[in-house]
């Protein structure tokens, strides 16, 4: 039987963002208007993270930490991602609850397996109005939506430039993303999400692992008969 489904837990669920998030790292294109730096200008480095990503397919390990402004609360999780151009990805959070977010690039599943519950969606509906799926075809999309900025010097490191990433329309959110870009191999480290709430998503990035061979089976979910399935409504 299928229900709406829209819970608290469901609106705090990270997943959207990430999934969000790594769709960009993936199709950084080299055309937006070069900055000065010491060390290279903006264009290049979106240049050298884009040929990183250019992989049949890669895996890593997240680390998350999210501030709830709002209900004073500090969200940790950790586990690991997978993905498979164009929009095939397949997150496993491990801890502090297991659960999976996946997609093949139409449709969207989120599984908890302790609940037995499935929560079934449109790829498209639940990543919100900025259509992240088809940066993939349309990568110059990214620089119709955002400005690219250096990020204040105080927070760049000896080992990372960080980049700031500006949406161009306002929308509550989504606000500004960091991107902590690795001077040595230019794998995306890390990632911070800010919304219009005082919400902030940090993601660290660990041990990535390029052309796995991943089929395409792994990013689309077999609901079990006897799940408990939901639809999933909104972004």
């Known amino acids: 039987m299928t229900h709406l489904f829209l819970s608290q837990k469901t609106q705090r669920l990270p997943g959207c963002w990430c999934v969000a998030l790594c769709l960009i790292w993936l199709n950084l294109a080299p055309h937006s208007p070069c900055a000065a730096s010491d060390l290279l200008p903006i264009c290049e480095i979106l240049k050298r993270v884009q040929h990183r990503y250019a992989a049949a397919d890669f895996e890593v390990d997240f680390f998350q930490e999210s501030h709830l402004k709002a209900m004073g609360i500090v969200d940790a999780a950790q586990g690991h991602v997978s993905f498979k151009p164009p929009a095939m990805m397949r997150w496993h959070y491990k801890t502090p609850e297991e659960y999976f977010i996946m997609t093949d690039g139409q449709a969207v599943w989120v599984y908890r397996p302790t609940e037995n519950q499935v929560m079934v969606g449109r790829a498209a509906e639940y990543f919100g109005d900025i259509k992240w799926t088809e940066f993939f075809t349309q990568p110059n999309a ?10 204040p010097s ?7 430039l960080v980049l700031k990433l500006l949406p161009k329309r306002s929308r509550p959110s ?4 960091d991107l902590s870009v690795s001077k040595r191999t230019f794998d ?3 990632s911070v999400t800010s919304n219009a709430f005082g919400d902030k998503t940090t993601i660290r990035f660990e041990d990535f692992r390029f052309n796995q061979g991943l089929d395409a089976s792994l990013f689309r979910f077999k609901i079990p008969e006897d799940a408990d399935v939901f639809q999933l409504e909104g972004n």
């Open 188 to 190: 995306i480290v890390q």
């Open 142 to 151: 990214l620089l119709e939506d955002f400005v690219v900025q250096w990020a």
């Open 174 to 177: 989504l606000v500004q993303i």
């Open 154 to 160: 105080d927070v760049q490191t000896e080992k990372q």
